[in-house]
T-cell receptor, first 112, second 117 residues
Framework: DGGITQSPKYLFRKEGQNVTLSCEQN?????MYWYRQDPGQGLRLIYY???????QKGDIAEGYSVSREKKESFPLTVTSAQKNPTAFYLC???????????FGSGTRLTVV | AQSVAQPEDQVNVAEGNPLTVKCTYS??????LFWYVQYPNRGLQFLLK??????LVKGSYGFEAEFNKSQTSFHLKKPSALVSDSALYFC???????????????FGDGTTLTVKP
């Protein structure tokens, strides 16, 4: 079945540590996106990519980094510079045409 | 800049009654509008979209939405609510220019729909 897979489902980060969230899609979608979800704040865009080897900052990119070396993969690294990383992280993908996004099931990151 | 607003944090309806979840938008140019649903600890699922054409669009699970250009609104509706419709609903506006902005979307803060038996 085609879809988008995020791993791990739960992740715990110690202070000062970098962690990487995985996002893989087999839908042959061109664009991929990372959003952060906090209670009562909806979804906020972190990074997005419309083509391999290219990506742009979203509204809250500080403390995060991404790569797009393959069409299928768009990993997100939460660096130690992100001071409040505890949140639910959602990856999505989309074809070029204006269809809706396909979302992964999310990764819940907690700082311990 | 594009934006959406969902004026209600919470909507409560009785099973079998009609439901409406409100959304207003602000864009320059023609709006590309979407509704998504989220169940607890899950990703969002696409419900329906308006790009062009009829102002009343139909989507998954019996939901529909009415586009109103003069009121810049895109309210989600269902004639008869089910308990299983209880979830978090998001309205979104998508940038139409894929080559420059990858069709990035801006989401509202979400509305929690509770349908009581």
């Amino acid at each position: 079945d085609g879809g988008i897979t995020q791993s791990p489902k739960y992740l715990f980060r110690k202070e000062g540590q970098n962690v990487t969230l995985s996002c893989e899609q087999n839908l042959n979608h061109d664009a991929m996106y990372w959003y952060r979800q906090d209670p009562g704040q909806g979804l906020r865009l972190i990074y997005y990519s419309q083509i391999v080897n290219d990506f742009q900052k979203g509204d809250i990119a500080e403390g995060y980094s991404v790569s797009r070396e393959k069409k299928e993969s768009f990993p997100l690294t939460v660096t130690s510079a992100q001071k409040n990383p505890t949140a639910f992280y959602l990856c999505a993908s989309s074809p070029k045409d204006n269809y809706g996004y396909t979302f992964g099931s999310g990764t819940r990151l907690t700082v311990v | 800049a594009q934006s959406v607003a969902q004026p209600e944090d919470q909507v409560n309806v009785a099973e079998g009654n009609p439901l409406t979840v409100k959304c207003t938008y602000s864009v320059s140019g023609n709006p590309y509008l979407f509704w998504y649903v989220q169940y607890p600890n899950r990703g969002l699922q696409f419900l329906l979209k308006y790009i062009t054409g009829d102002n009343l669009v139909k989507g998954s699970y019996g939901f529909e939405a009415e586009f109103n250009k003069s009121q810049t609104s895109f309210h989600l509706k269902k004639p008869s609510a089910l308990v299983s419709d209880s979830a978090l609903y998001f309205c979104a506006v998508r940038d139409p220019f894929f080559n420059t902005n990858a069709g990035k979307s801006t989401f509202g803060d979400g509305t929690t729909l509770t349908v009581k038996p």
